[in-house]
């Protein structure tokens, strides 16, 4: 019973650089989310999608692109990285409504 | 209008003590608000929810009270363990929005 799973656990990335944030569940879930969690910030919502097909922006979507091409699947794509994004990035899925979010166990990325 | 304002930023707690941890609203369109409990290295994990329409919930040793005047819920720990230590998250969501909005986190202790 996997859940949500992340890869990769831990990455450090040079400023520029670019990279994909692998989420994968297997409970068919419509809802998918990305958030990132810095220290006293709580969690923000980066994108979402309600479907395959479907994405909308979060609260911080700014140098982040998601896409949902099928049911399982939701990668979080980085470009052009910079020290702002170093953070602890989260992937959850629900079935929507007050359903309750599952989360992956994060993907800690540094830019240095 | 979409925050929810999470107090104490921290909190240090006796074992067999209550922990309360508050949280205050401005949008009154919010109608469903989850606790998530997150321990080192994992993702947050549904702990306890409520609705507007009941003042109080109870699971086991966790206890939502919610004051629907004055926008504020709290979570309850009553007899707080060891295990018990981990960040809280209280979260809020519009009926009409597809995401939640998390409170910023409580980091508790429960000394032995």
């Known amino acids: ?112 | 209008q979409q925050q929810v304002k999470q107090s104490p930023q921290s909190l240090i707690v006796q074992k067999g003590g209550i922990s309360i941890i508050n949280c205050a609203y401005e949008n009154t369109a919010f109608d469903y608000f989850p606790w998530y409990q997150q321990f080192p290295g994992k993702g947050p994990a549904l702990l306890i929810a409520i609705r507007p329409d009941v003042s109080e919930k109870k699971e086991g040793r966790f206890t939502i009270s919610f004051n629907k005047s004055a926008k504020q819920f709290s979570l309850h720990i009553m007899d707080s363990q060891p295990g018990d230590s981990a960040t809280y998250f209280c979260a809020a969501r519009p009926g009409s929005a597809r995401q939640l909005t998390f409170g910023s986190g409580t980091q508790l202790t429960v000394l032995p």
């Open chain 1, 1 to 112: 019973n996997a859940g949500v799973t992340q890869t990769p656990k831990f990455r450090i990335l040079k400023i520029g650089q670019s990279m994909t944030l692998q989420c994968a569940q297997d409970m068919n879930h419509n809802y998918m989310y990305w958030y990132r969690q810095d220290p006293g910030m709580g969690l923000k919502l980066i994108y979402y999608s309600v479907g395959a097909g479907i994405t909308d922006k979060g609260e911080v979507p700014n140098g982040y692109n998601v896409s949902r091409s099928t049911t399982e699947d939701f990668p979080l794509r980085l470009e052009l990285a910079a020290p702002s994004q170093t953070s602890v990035y989260f992937c959850a899925s629900g079935t929507g409504g007050a359903g309750e979010l599952f989360f992956g166990e994060g993907s800690r990325l540094t830019v240095l």
